[in-house]
């Protein structure tokens, strides 16, 4: 057994962390109170070959592997959660959907500029009536000669301001429960399709959610996804990777809160001594600290899995459940840690706050992934 990073992964790791102090961190508070979209760090990783991480090169991308993929998403949340989520959703539900279930054609057209980075991947499963239950998409497609045509809503998609096409889910066969949902490659520019901006978060102001609006928009034939009435089973596959990302970022948000703890608690006296010399607060920063290596490690594993091409779906449920709890509590202690200072914008731990709060919601609310654990391991 060994729990050393390879070459590769200490490179890609020594990279990003660099990247993340000198050109994520600077403007992140600023973004985080005017909710500006850094799309510039975007070209930037795209510059350094990071946009199609996991991805085969002959697509554009690195073929690097997840454990790769989640360090670069532990950096860049480390000091930014708008910009970690943004990347992580580009990676493991934009580009991985088209990647495991495309044609050699779809993976030219559609996988190959999402490597690159000239547009952002995003993916459109969510509706305002089917959350937790996806299952439940009201969006419909039918065939009419060449075309598919879809009418319905998505809410909540993440990057579809910055995509010119992402794959979304629509129910083509109502008799057939779950198994006639299928999904379609839809480009954002088509006639009848609107994405919606306008939505006022508790945190991650920085990246970009959206509303999808779907009005008889024409798709060609050739852009279902997939086999039809497979979209639901594809989605959920999907879901498991993107939990990896989640997960990560939930390691580096915490990571994050608890170095700025540690930095604060040496520096600030009370009573004449610095906080960090009280046992209550080394207590808090020792399970911190305790805590954010569990979860990183359960990370690393859920990755390790899927890069040995072994089942990995209870582990990445697994690690973004822990992950995401474990990252509010660790946010919560770091607000505490800081006193009433915690409580200002200006010590940056109620962002970090604030950002952790959407990791037990989204890719499945911490009651779906107990639900998903559940399942596999026999109830
Ligand atoms: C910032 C942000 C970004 C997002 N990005 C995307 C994206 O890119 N693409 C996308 O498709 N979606 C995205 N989502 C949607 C996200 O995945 C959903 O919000 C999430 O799955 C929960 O669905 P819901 O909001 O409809 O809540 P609901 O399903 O209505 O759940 C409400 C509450 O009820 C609980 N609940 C529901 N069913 C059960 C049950 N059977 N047993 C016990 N408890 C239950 C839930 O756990 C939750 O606590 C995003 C959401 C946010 C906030």
């Known amino acids: 057994m060994n729990f050393d990073l390879d070459q590769e992964q200490l490179m890609i790791q020594k990279m990003i962390r660099e990247f993340a102090e000198e050109e994520v961190a600077p403007g992140a508070d600023e973004r985080d109170r005017t909710g500006e979209f ?51 959703a580009h990676i493991s539900l934009g580009g991985a959907p088209i990647n495991l279930f495309g044609t050699p054609e779809q993976k030219e057209k559609y996988l190959t500029p999402v ?30 000669g060449d075309e598919w045509v879809i009418n319905g809503s ?12 992402l794959a979304l889910t629509a129910v083509t066969d109502k008799s057939k429960g779950t198994n006639g949902i299928t999904a379609f490659i839809v480009p954002t520019d088509a006639p009848g399709f609107t994405v919606l901006n306008n939505f006022e978060k508790m945190g991650l102001h920085a990246s970009n959610t959206t509303e999808l609006v779907m009005d008889n928009v024409r798709v060609p034939k050739e852009n279902l996804l997939g086999k039809e009435g497979n979209g639901f089973k594809q989605f959920l596959a999907t879901l498991d990777g993107g939990r990896i ?26 009573f004449g001594q610095s906080l960090s010399s009280f046992q209550a607060i080394q207590f808090k920063l ?11 490690n359960l990370t690393y594993k859920a990755a390790w899995l899927k890069d040995q091409g072994r089942k990995f779906k209870k582990e990445a449920a697994m690690a973004k459940l822990f992950a995401s709890e474990m990252c509010m509590r660790v946010c919560d202690q770091a607000v505490q840690i800081h006193g009433g200072y915690g409580y200002m914008k200006e010590y940056q731990v109620e962002r970090y706050m604030r950002d952790a709060k959407l990791l ?20």
């Open 154 to 165: 998505k809410i909540f998609i993440t990057n579809a301001s910055y995509a010119k096409n």
């Open 245 to 270: 990302g989640i997960a990560a970022m939930a390691v580096g948000i915490a990571q994050g809160a608890y170095e700025k703890s540690l930095q604060y608690a040496k520096e600030r006296k009370q």
């Open 115 to 144: 490597c690159k980075g000239e547009y952002l991947g995003a993916f459109g499963l969510t509706e305002p009536n089917a959350g937790s239950d996806a299952g439940g998409t009201q969006t419909t497609a039918y065939l009419d």
């Open 360 to 379: 037990e919601i989204g890719e499945g609310t911490s009651e779906v992934q107990r639900m998903v654990i559940a399942k596999t391991i026999g109830c």
């Open 286 to 296: 020792a399970d911190m600290a305790m805590n954010i290596e569990l979860a990183r």
């Open 38 to 88: 850094p799309r510039d760090i975007f070209y930037k990783l795209a510059d350094l070959g990071l946009m199609g991480l996991p991805f085969p090169e002959e697509f554009g991308g690195g073929d690097g592997d997840t454990v790769s993929f989640a360090i670069v998403v532990e950096e860049l949340s480390r000091v930014c959660g708008s910009t970690g989520i943004t990347y992580s």
